[in-house]
């Protein structure tokens, strides 16, 4: 299959999650024999520096500066199997309707952040998704699974909604010998929704217990945080370094945005990367989490800092018992070779329900 994918990035992991998926997603969709040009809108917070990823083995990346920039790949566009427009790609909008104008193969959409987009498209901010393009995409393909996806058909006119979850790159990211420098960290951007979940979690454990240590990786934090002085900062972590940094923690914590909590079934990159590095994850609770993992044997749910000291203080042997049933969940059932069969199935079976509909 010949793959054009729109996405918010692939060069730069700052501040994003959608670079390692997309790193993941085409690396394992490449081992099934398929070529993809990735098509990078120029942004300058993910240039220099803060771009980690130049000249990818398993794709073609070229960068765009505007619209104009973009119509200069038409040819591309026109001949691929298939076209995969991103969620949060600037001026997203005006590029669906470039590329389902330009398009023959199936034009699909990747929402990376469905819950907060629905949220947009329910306030009327179309900032890269409008009601208008939505039917225009063969197949929406969403992180977002259960309920959520018959409500993108039923209430958006989409032709299909299908589930592409997060993954891992299970080579990448595997146990490592490391001593433990921490008893719980957390890694993942600042949010505003985000942070009174991870002060309740681990900042208030922080303050109980002075004899703990702790760390929080992850640009964008606002400089008014009064940190505990038994946790440990970092700006970035890049990803080559992630499994370092699980290896590193006695546990780690998965918080959840909270449209994403709301809208439930939506589970994390750092659930899967943290869980494939044999480091045991804590969690907050929404629903559809207990499909993914078993509560208690493969995931420790928290909702205050008591369950967090509680798990923090059950011992090693308890702690080993989890990360390892969780490793073994994920190699069966969350790696990059996975949803790149899934892909590969919804694209294809796009492709057939198009041809159909011509017959």
């Not at 081992?31 to 980690?52: Q, V």
Request: proline share 6%; charged share 25%; with cysteine.
């Amino acid at each position: 299959m010949n793959l054009v994918v729109l996405g918010l990035s692939l060069s730069s992991s700052w501040g994003n999650g959608h670079a390692t998926t997309y790193r993941a997603l085409l690396k394992a969709f490449a081992a099934r024999g398929h070529e993809t040009l990735f098509l990078e809108r120029n942004a300058p917070w993910y240039a220099g520096d803060r771009r980690d990823l130049t000249d990818p083995d398993y794709c073609r990346l070229a960068f765009y500066d505007d619209l104009a920039g973009l119509a200069r790949w038409d040819a591309a566009l026109a001949a691929a199997d298939a076209v995969v427009v991103g969620s949060f790609v600037p001026e997203g909008v005006a590029a669906a309707r470039f590329v389902q104008a330009t398009a023959r193969g199936v034009k699909a959409f990747y929402d990376i952040d469905t819950p907060v987009t629905l949220a947009k498209l329910a306030r009327g901010d179309f900032e890269y998704l409008s009601p208008g393009v939505i039917p225009g995409y063969d197949v929406y393909l969403s992180f977002t699974g259960g309920p959520t996806l018959r409500s993108i058909e039923q209430r958006y006119g989409a032709p299909a909604a299908r589930p592409l979850y997060c993954s891992v790159d299970a080579e990448a990211y595997r146990p490592l010998a490391v001593e433990k420098r921490w008893d719980l960290s957390y890694l993942g951007t600042y949010s505003p929704d985000r942070q009174p979940t991870l002060d309740r979690l681990l900042l208030e454990a922080a303050r109980r217990r002075p004899d703990l240590r702790f760390a929080v990786a992850g640009p964008q934090y606002p400089d008014d945080i009064v940190w505990p002085s038994n946790v440990e900062r970092f700006e970035h972590v890049p990803p080559a370094d992630h499994p370092a940094f699980y290896a590193a923690s006695r546990y780690t914590l998965n918080v959840t945005r909270a449209d994403m909590v709301a809208a439930g079934h939506s589970p994390s990159v750092r659930l899967f990367e943290a869980a494939a590095c044999g480091c045991p994850v804590i969690s907050d609770l929404w629903d559809g989490l207990s499909e993914l993992f078993a509560p208690g044997e493969e995931i420790v749910l928290a909702t205050d800092a008591d369950a967090v000291l509680a798990a923090l203080d059950g011992g090693a042997g308890r702690a080993q018992a989890i990360a390892t049933a969780a490793r073994a969940r994920v190699l069966r059932e969350h790696t990059a070779e996975h949803r790149a069969q899934e892909l590969e199935t919804w694209l294809e079976e796009a492709r057939a329900r198009a041809a159909l509909s011509v017959a």
